[in-house]
């Protein structure tokens, strides 16, 4: 089994170097100037979904940022879903089922992906093929992400945290930028 999905792995991400980026509008924003924020991210535990989750309330209120939508991946059978992750506003999840043999998301992405987004953060590792497809086909206005990851090549503000990150310090170093007006 551990070989098919490697295999599976491997085809997806030729897959996804081969697609065309979508067309979009290019532009740099910071929390103060942004009006929409799209969020990333493997399902890791509760904890970091509640994390998320307050940090989208940060930036609705901290910044006044309108809209804050979240999309997780969490890699598990539907059957085997955690009770925290369910729908709620603003907040959607994708899992195995949603995927096609490569990897690629199916279904469950098409809002999220066609949302213009002004900053689309990925909270993920950058190595999660699926969230990689979502970065890629985002028409989000500014993609942010890490150096070192597979989705470096599909965003356009990246932060240089070395090779073990947690997700305290990613957001410290992700506010201590995009918190400061002057940057645009």
């Not at 792995?9 to 290019?26: D, K, N, Q, S």
């Not at 195995?96 to 993920?124: K, M, Y």
Request: hydrophobic letters at 40%.
């Amino acid at each position: 089994m551990k070989l098919l999905r490697k295999l599976k792995t491997a085809f997806g991400i030729r897959v996804l170097h081969a697609e065309v980026e979508p067309v979009r509008i290019r532009k740099g924003f910071n929390f103060n100037s942004a009006e929409s924020v799209g969020i990333i991210y493997l399902d890791r535990d509760e904890d970091f979904y509640k994390k998320l989750h307050e940090y989208a309330g940060y930036l609705k209120n901290e910044f006044g940022i309108k809209t804050v939508s979240l999309l997780g991946f969490v890699d598990e059978p539907e059957k085997k879903i955690p009770a925290y992750q369910q729908h709620k506003l603003d907040s959607e999840f994708i899992t195995r089922l949603n995927l096609s043999w490569n990897q690629r998301p199916a279904t469950g992405v098409e809002n999220f992906t066609s949302s213009d987004f002004d900053i689309l953060i990925d909270f993920s590792d950058g190595n999660v093929l699926p969230l990689n497809f979502i970065l890629k086909e985002s028409r989000a206005k500014m993609k942010v992400g890490m150096r070192g990851r597979r989705a470096e090549r599909y965003c356009d503000f990246i932060l240089n945290l070395g090779e073990e990150v947690s997700a305290d310090i990613f957001v410290t170093t992700l506010n201590a930028y995009l918190s400061n007006p002057k940057i645009k």
